[in-house]
């Protein structure tokens, strides 16, 4: 299995990118800055669900016979609920979704970036797209993991950094922009009433727009949760909650200060004409940037969103093969799915944002609805873990215990046995534990 922080690293690569900077400016568009307040109440829910369904996966994943693990929704679907059907429907699902529309809208504002920005047109950005990302999707999840690891940490600095500056520079105009995010969420302030704006179309495109940029509760993040190297399944549950912080909580906040702070964005333009406001939002966080920072920084900009967009296209393949291996066996290599993907990044680049984004919601919302009926069902054992994971650490505390290690045979905290042997006392979870010390203990010594 990866390790605990490439799960995170892969599953933030997947959260963070487009939903962050097109789908906040697209929110703030079409919803006024009020929409905003609603992508937080989705994160702070979304943290909760979160941490449920990543524990799940730990919980109810399986081996591999390569020796990475697997697991996810569809596999705590069936091993859990015992419905093999409604696991499969899930697993279907989300392979479309992650194996061609995420991809597809990923693929889109790549595209639309090199095209305001460098002229680059369109078929030409599908092209090096199919180029670049062949090779990486060939080669599986190790790779995805890999690349991620180091391709997160420094996109999210370097955005981090041209925010700060931005914020310093507006730091007087903050409460300001914060007020108007509360104003906007309630109806309070009337330049955002009316047909692109008001409480109904605040709450809706925040909504939206939180569970695309988070995912928390879709059941997507669970899939590579579930293939991380772990002594606790709780513990990865915490990883992913923080996951969906970083994302929406901190990221999307930023961006949504940005645009509101910059002055280039104009609330009465969606009510005048929406279409035209609605196509103007994939460009309007980078034309918010540049208006601050100077020509310069569409250039930095447009680096950041390839990578932002581009990291989310790698990560959401690892969802994808994660079901497909559900659904085909273990043994097939998903050259089908691999194609689909490689489609899906030259479709997207020559669609149009409206078409990309109404597909994204649109599969979105009944993957969302599979998964949340799942976890849940099946939230008492979640629990079940986290009380085990508290006392156990009560008791490392007190000297009483070495280690955290979680058992799922004759445990106390759970409703009862998980079916399997992953988690049994010298079951391939706890040997897979040793085996990586071991090999971090001959690094160190090397």
Not at 426 to 439: C, F, M, N, S, Y
Request: aromatic share 10%; glycine share 10%.
């Amino acid at each position: 299995g990866i390790s605990s922080f490439q799960a995170f690293a892969v599953g933030l690569a997947s959260r963070v990118g487009t939903g962050n900077i097109v789908g906040v400016a697209i929110a703030i568009t079409m919803g006024g800055p009020g929409a905003i307040f609603w992508m937080w109440i989705v994160a702070l829910v979304g943290m909760a669900t979160g941490f449920i369904e990543a524990t799940l996966a730990q919980m109810y994943k399986v081996t591999h016979p390569d020796g990475s693990f697997r697991g996810g929704p569809a596999y705590y679907i069936q091993r859990g609920l015992g419905s093999k059907t409604a696991a499969r429907v899930f697993a279907v699902v989300i392979t479309f979704v992650f194996g061609f529309a995420y991809e597809a809208t990923q693929a889109n504002t790549i595209a639309a970036t090199m095209k305001s920005t460098f002229h680059i047109e369109p078929w030409m950005t599908a092209v090096g797209l199919v180029v670049i990302t062949t090779p990486i999707i060939f080669k599986g999840i190790k790779s995805v993991a890999a690349v991620s690891e180091w391709l997160v940490p420094i996109m999210t600095v370097v955005y981090a950094l041209i925010a700060l500056t931005i914020l310093v520079l507006h730091v007087g105009a903050i409460p300001r922009a914060i007020v108007s995010i509360f104003e906007g969420a309630f109806g309070l302030n009337q330049a955002f009433a009316g047909t692109a704006g008001g409480l109904f179309a605040a709450a809706l495109n925040g909504v939206k727009r939180g569970l695309f940029s988070n995912e928390a509760g879709e059941g997507s993040v669970p899939n590579i949760a579930a293939t991380a190297t772990v002594p606790h399944p709780v513990q990865q549950g915490f990883v992913q909650s923080l996951g969906v912080f970083v994302d929406t909580i901190v990221v999307c906040t930023v961006t949504a200060l940005i645009v509101l702070l910059s002055g280039v964005y104009d609330p009465m333009a969606a009510k005048a004409d929406p279409g035209t406001a609605n196509a103007a939002a994939n460009t309007l966080t980078s034309a918010s940037v540049t208006h601050v920072l100077g020509g310069w920084a569409q250039y930095l900009m447009a680096i950041i969103i390839f990578v932002f967009a581009y990291s989310s296209l790698l990560g959401n393949y690892t969802y994808a093969q994660v079901n497909m291996d559900f659904l085909q066996g273990r043994q097939h290599k998903h050259y089908a799915l691999r194609a689909m993907i490689i489609v899906a990044t030259a479709v997207g680049s020559l669609s149009t944002l409206t078409f990309v984004w109404n597909l994204s919601d649109l599969v979105m919302g009944a993957m969302t609805v599979i998964n949340m009926v799942s976890i849940l069902a099946l939230g008492g054992w979640a629990f079940g873990a986290l009380r085990d994971w508290e006392a156990q650490r009560r008791a490392v505390q007190a000297g009483q215990k070495e280690e955290i290690r979680f058992i799922a045979t004759d445990n106390p905290y759970l409703p009862g046995d998980l079916p399997g042997e992953i988690w049994a006392v010298d079951g391939p979870a706890h040997a897979a534990i040793l085996e990586r010390r071991a090999a971090l203990e001959e690094a160190s010594g090397d």
